[in-house]
Structure formats: structure tokens, C-alpha cells
């Protein structure tokens, strides 16, 4: 037995190893930067041991933007994105002409190019010299006066950002949704018709509690991935995003390391380990309900 | 409530350029009212659409159903009062049991509308008549597969269906709990009186549980009659090989001067005319006999308690092996054994059609 589970640790060693340096080490090592009062990365000392970094962060202008900008950009696009790709899912589930053809247009903007995206996305949206952007030509067709989504109010660009989002996270969810909603037994349905269940009854009933985990398994990693937005706004407003006040947290915490007046590994840590306390906090909730709406 | 099936028809449509599928082909049979039916027939057989076809869930090529005298031909499932027990019982795993069989209830529209305390005193009544009602706030994944049966025609039968129906309701339960569950199936349909349709590839499960067997095969009724006839008289070869376990023994024989041969073995004197035949033996209609007629060379015996079961070979057999049951005080050894024939467990099928033929035994 001791021999054999020997084996099984000498088995596990390489990744262990790897994880150990790579995740691990750095993670004790943030912890560390976070408490380090006043550290100096040239000479390596700090002052001394504290939660000043914390304070300072939590102060910051920027840091509290940058919150509101995350917080804002979660609450609208998990939600939205989650329905609406239960929609397209539901939708796509109950055709069967074409399915196949629908499924792979639902499904490119998956694997395109972010680079491509976000090109597409400046057409639609950015004012330039020579035109105002696709969407707001269509605005102007309709007798509105056009916004600049790109450089002008703070609601159009969080829109832009918000819109880009969903866009950017649908497939992957209409995937999941669809394979869910084609794993639950056809009986279920028969069973509910004979019984003189009404379409609606039959979703709200059987498919939403059939697909649960999943619906839950998506909100989870959508709040997690949302938390964790960075490179939507900087493929939309650039890499100056202070002063374009569209920030998220993992923005700030990179710009305190390597952006224009960075190198602050203390605070960047700090704001690190805030965003990570956040996250925790959020998953924990939504895995007590999850638990208690799905337990058998 | 009797159900009339008349002319029923169901093709579907081919896939990838074959040809059509004729499910269910040409379907007439009335089931008199508080009857159990078994539609009985291999994978395939149309039983299944049949089903489908009476519940609603599918609609006939042509043909027309009724309920009574109602005609149900184009009513929706919903509107027909039915109840439909699945194989796969279909109970839906995040309610309890109590919320599967008050599901139907809290359906109903209108007039028709119960109150909460209404609908648990019908699904009480129903898990009574099914004795589940220890296990009322239980989910279904915590029970046994007898007991998520029992739910399931619990479940069917709470809005009082005037059609009960069953898709091969016993083919995911273990041999001995199927036994149970067959009888309990009986005792419910017994004491609800409820017409009552059950499929099934079983044939020992139809034999023992329905008032009358359909047999079917390829989409055609082969034999609709009560349990007993069907294995007794099968019309054909079909029929009679289907039934019964162990199969009924087939051999190639003819018919000279009145005589029946099997191979060379001379074994009855029967009032056909000369002509080839298709003779079937069920195992129980072989006698052991010194001076037997049918002569088989002795490949094994089981033993199997109260019987003895007598496997051999005969030329003439269509399988590679005899099989014959007979009781155990009967000591079989040597290299060869002779039978004589029960005639009454000896049919007779045409060669070529092979259907059954009438006959009597001469003496």
C-alpha cells in the first residue's frame, strides 16, 4: 500500500512541480507584495509589514472607477448573455431543418479572431474622419443624432463594452445550452404532453430544472470571467484605459505594474487580492444556491 | 371504455432514398371495455407505434381510433384521457414522488381546476392503490426500480384515464421483481378496471398478464386471441415460434398415404393429403417412449429440478438441436432416444405459406 501510493505521488510530482512554481509560489508571493509597506523593487526592502497598500487602493480614484466599471459590466452581461443564449439554444433545439447550419453561424464568433472582432466592432461603432460608424449612420437613418461610442459618454461606451461581451461570450454558452437541452430524455416531454402540460408549464417545470447545473455552471464561470474582464476594453478603448474611465480591476492591477507610472507590485497585489476576495465571496453565494435550488 | 382500432395505418416517411416503413399495417381489433391487452412481437414489430398511435403522440397514416364512441382519431394527447407508463418510467427526478403524481392534476384548466388539497387527496388515493405512500416525499432517484414503476402508474392513473397504457413497463427491473411487479400490474388494473394496453417482447409477461395477446410482426397482426389459444393454436409458424420458452421445436416433414414422416421416422397417422408440411413440437409434447417413432441421438440432459430438460439432435430439425421436457422421474442414457407424440402439442404449418393446417390424428 505505502509503496504503491509512493508511485502514485512520483506519478504526480511533474505537475505538482509546475504548479508549485508557476501557482503556488506566486500566489504566497502576492500575498507577501500586498502586506510590504512602501516596497522598493530596486533595492527589494520594504518598511515594514501592513494593510497601507490596502488602504491606498481602496482610496484610489481610479481603483473605485475601475470597481464600478466591473461591477456594472457583471450584473448586465451574465445575466443577458445566460438568457439570451437560452433563448438561441431553446430555439435552436426545436428546429430541425438547417439546425446544423445555425449551430455553426451561432458558433464562429467562437473561434474568429479577437483581433477580427474587435476591427468589426470599431465599424460598427468607432468615428472616424471619413464616417461615424456603421451604427450610428443607422441612428442617423432613423433621425437621431449620432454618439461617439468610442471617445464620448460614459453610458455609450459601457454599452459598447457590454454589447461587445455578450457578443464575445454567446457561443460557448449556446453550446453548453444546446447539448443540455438535447441530453434531456424526450420521455419528459411525452410524458408532460399526455398529461396536458402546456409548452410553457413544460419549460418552466421540467427543461429549467432538467438543464439547472448547467444554466449554474454557466452563471458561475460567466461571473468569474466577467470579474475578470481586461482585454474586451482594451480591444475597445485602447491601452490607456484610466483616461478613457473604462478600467476594469484586472486593468488597474496591470497598469500598476507595467503601465505609464506603474511599478507598484504592492498595490497591484493588493488590488489583486481585493478582486480575488470579491470573486470568492460571489462564487460561494452562487454555489449555495445552486445547491439548495438543485439538491436531489 | 372499449378502444376501436379500425384500418389503422402508420408509414413513415423514408430516410436517405429507402423505401417507406410501414409500421403499423392495416390494424382492426376492438379492445372490449376493462381489458388488459398485450401487444406482444419482436423489436420492431409496430407494437410500440401501435402505442403511440393510441396515445396520441403519433398520428395515423390512416385509419381511425375510437374511445368508446367518441372519435379520437385527431385529438391531441391531451385531450384524449389517457395515462402513459414508459420504460424508462420518465419520473421527473427534481420533484418528490408526491409532485410526479400531482403533476397531471395541476395541469388541468378551467372548471376542471383543483384545489391544492384536492389534488393531494387524489394522489394519496393513487399511491395508496400502488402501496407508495411511505415514500411520498422521497425523489425518485431514491428508490428502487419496482417502486419508481409503482410511481409511474401512479402517476397515469390520478387523473382517472379512460385508457391506461404500457410501454414495456417491466424491462428495466431485475427477473424477480418483474414477477412482483407483473402481478401488481394485474391486481391494479383488477381493481381500477381501466382498459388497459401493455406492450411488451416478453412473451412469458403477456401470456401470464393479459385477458388477450396481439401478436404482431413486421407492422401486421399475426393473431389476436386469449393467451392460452395463441400458445395452443398458433396460426402460424411465426406465432407458434414466438411463444413459449424453450422455442418450440421445428422440423421439415411430409405427408404420404396419411402418414406423417419426420425424416424417415413414421411418427402419426393424420387425415391431410400427401403434401410437405412444417411440424412444430412444443418440449413438452414429446413422451419418452422404448418403441417411440421419433428417433433423436442424445446430445445432453439438464437437469432443472422439476423437470428434466433432454437435449438431441434429428436430422430433419431445423435447428441444430431438440429440446424436450419431461418429468424428472425419467432416466435418460444411451447414445440414442425415442419420443412419441402428444398430438395436441404436434402443429402442422404449410411449407410454403406456413400457415397452420387443420388436422386430425387417425387411429
Not at chain 2, 400490474?185 to 412473451?203: L, M, N, P, S, Y
Not at chain 2, 410482426?217 to 406465432?239: C, E, M, R, S, T
Not at chain 2, 421416422?265 to 408440411?277: F, P
Request: net charge neutral; hydrophobic share 45%; proline share 5%.
Amino acid at each position: 500500500m505505502e509503496k504503491q501510493s509512493l508511485k502514485g505521488w512520483i506519478y504526480l510530482l511533474p505537475a505538482l512541480a509546475f504548479l508549485a512554481v508557476f501557482m503556488i509560489y506566486p500566489l504566497f508571493d502576492v500575498l507577501v507584495y500586498s502586506v510590504e509597506e512602501g516596497y522598493n523593487s530596486a533595492s527589494q526592502t520594504s518598511f515594514g509589514i501592513g494593510l497601507y497598500n490596502y488602504a491606498y487602493v481602496l482610496h484610489d480614484p481610479y481603483f473605485i472607477q475601475a470597481l464600478k466599471n466591473t461591477f456594472i459590466l457583471v450584473i448586465i452581461t451574465v445575466p443577458l448573455s445566460t438568457g439570451i443564449a437560452l433563448l438561441i439554444a431553446v430555439g435552436l433545439n426545436s428546429i430541425t431543418k438547417l439546425k446544423e447550419l445555425f449551430q455553426t453561424i451561432f458558433f464562429l464568433p467562437y473561434v474568429t479572431n479577437t483581433l477580427a472582432v474587435g476591427l468589426v466592432f470599431m465599424i460598427l461603432f468607432k468615428k472616424t474622419a471619413y464616417s461615424d460608424g456603421l451604427v450610428n449612420l443607422l441612428i442617423q437613418s432613423f433621425g437621431g443624432t449620432s454618439v461617439d461610442f468610442i471617445d464620448g459618454p460614459y453610458w455609450a461606451k459601457m454599452f459598447v463594452l457590454c454589447f461587445y461581451t455578450v457578443w464575445v461570450v454567446l457561443p460557448f454558452k449556446i453550446l453548453i445550452l444546446t447539448s443540455a437541452l438535447a441530453s434531456v430524455n424526450p420521455d419528459y416531454y411525452k410524458a408532460a404532453k399526455v398529461d396536458g402540460a402546456t409548452k410553457w408549464r413544460i419549460f418552466t417545470r421540467i427543461t429549467l430544472p432538467m438543464i439547472a447545473p448547467m444554466l449554474f455552471y454557466l452563471i458561475i464561470t460567466g461571473f468569474i470571467g466577467a470579474f475578470k474582464a481586461y482585454s474586451d476594453a482594451v480591444a475597445l478603448f485602447g491601452t490607456d484605459l484610466n483616461a478613457a474611465g473604462m478600467n476594469t480591476i484586472v486593468g488597474y492591477v496591470y497598469d500598476m505594474l507595467y503601465g505609464t507610472g506603474g511599478g507598484y507590485p504592492s498595490y497591484a497585489s493588493a488590488a489583486a487580492l481585493i478582486l480575488f476576495a470579491i470573486v470568492l465571496t460571489i462564487t460561494c453565494i452562487n454555489l449555495l444556491i445552486s445547491r439548495k435550488s438543485t439538491a436531489v | 371504455m372499449k378502444v376501436v382500432l379500425q384500418n389503422l395505418t402508420k408509414i413513415y416517411p423514408s430516410r436517405d432514398k429507402g423505401p417507406d416503413v410501414t409500421a403499423v399495417n392495416d390494424f382492426t381489433f376492438e379492445i372490449p371495455d376493462g381489458k388488459l391487452i398485450g401487444l406482444l412481437g419482436p423489436s420492431g414489430c409496430g407494437k410500440s407505434t401501435t402505442l403511440n398511435l393510441i396515445s396520441g403522440l403519433e398520428t395515423p397514416t390512416s385509419g381511425k381510433i375510437f374511445f368508446g364512441d367518441d372519435d379520437v382519431t385527431n385529438l391531441p394527447p391531451e385531450n384524449r384521457g389517457i395515462g402513459l407508463v414508459f420504460q424508462s418510467y420518465a419520473l421527473y427526478p427534481h420533484m418528490t414522488v408526491l409532485q410526479n403524481i400531482m403533476f397531471p392534476l395541476e395541469n388541468f384548466k378551467g372548471k376542471d381546476r383543483l384545489s391544492k388539497e384536492e389534488m393531494k387527496e387524489k394522489a394519496m388515493e393513487a399511491a395508496r392503490l400502488v402501496q407508495i405512500e411511505p415514500y411520498l416525499e422521497r425523489k425518485p432517484a431514491q428508490m428502487s426500480g419496482g417502486q419508481q414503476q409503482r410511481v409511474a402508474i401512479a402517476r397515469a392513473l390520478v387523473k382517472r384515464p379512460r385508457v391506461l397504457l404500457l410501454d414495456e413497463p417491466l424491462s428495466n427491473l431485475d427477473a424477480r421483481l418483474r414477477l412482483q411487479t407483473r402481478e401488481e400490474i394485474r391486481r391494479i388494473q383488477r381493481e381500477t378496471g381501466i382498459t388497459t394496453v401493455f406492450v411488451t417482447h416478453d412473451q412469458e409477461e403477456a401470456m401470464s398478464i393479459s385477458d388477450q395477446i396481439v401478436v404482431m410482426k413486421a407492422g401486421v397482426v399475426q393473431q389476436i386471441d386469449n393467451p392460452q389459444d395463441v400458445y395452443d393454436h398458433p396460426v402460424n409458424l411465426f406465432v407458434a415460434s414466438f411463444l413459449g420458452t424453450p422455442p418450440i421445436n421445428v422440423f421439415d416433414g411430409e405427408v404420404r398415404d396419411h402418414m406423417l414422416y419426420i425424416g424417415e421416422d413414421a411418427v402419426m397417422k393424420v387425415d391431410l393429403e400427401d403434401r410437405k408440411v412444417i411440424v412444430g413440437i412444443r418440449p413438452e409434447g414429446f413422451i419418452l417412449d422404448e418403441n417411440g417413432p421419433l428417433c433423436c441421438s442424445l446430445t445432453g440432459v439438464q437437469v432443472m429440478g422439476r423437470d428434466t430438460s433432454v437435449v438431441s439432435s434429428h436430422p430433419a430439425s431445423r435447428n441444430p438441436t431438440v429440446c424436450s421436457i419431461i418429468s424428472a422421474e425419467n432416466k435418460v442414457t444411451g447414445d440414442t432416444v425415442r419420443f412419441r407424440l402428444k398430438p395436441f402439442k404436434t402443429i402442422l404449418f404449410a411449407d410454403d405459406t406456413e400457415q397452420a393446417l387443420d388436422y386430425s390424428v387417425l387411429e
